[in-house]
């Protein structure tokens, strides 16, 4: 299993909905053998141009535990589920996340 983030941008109207959303996220992950870790709003924030004839999005990042086949599986589904209006995938690079915790642990050390 290898760590990925995704971020999710959702429809602003579903904002009173937005457990029901992120549930509906969280079971494609699991039916593809996933699990997510953390999960992150970012909150409702103006978009730079329209998406799906939304101005708005509340935003959110998952941090996820998958096998490398179920991204695509996942990609997939979330392309055709009308609740998010956008989605992205990538993949944690270790060594730079090993930095930035060893960063974070020099400030806290300093103050």
Not at 65 to 93: F, Q
Request: proline share 1%.
């Amino acid at each position: 299993m290898k760590e990925y983030e995704l971020t999710i941008l959702i429809r602003s109207d579903l904002e009173s909905d937005v457990k029901k959303v992120l549930d509906k996220v969280g079971k494609v992950i699991t039916d593809n053998k996933g699990k997510v870790v953390a999960t992150t709003e970012q909150g409702k924030k103006r978009l730079e141009y329209k998406i799906k004839d939304e101005t708005h999005a509340i935003f959110y990042l998952l941090t996820l535990d998958l096998p490398a086949e179920a991204v695509g599986k996942i990609d997939a589904t979330l392309n055709i589920t009308e609740d998010v209006i956008r989605h992205l995938v990538v993949k944690v690079d270790a060594k730079k996340k090993a930095l930035i915790e060893e960063a974070a642990k020099v400030e806290k050390t300093e103050e």
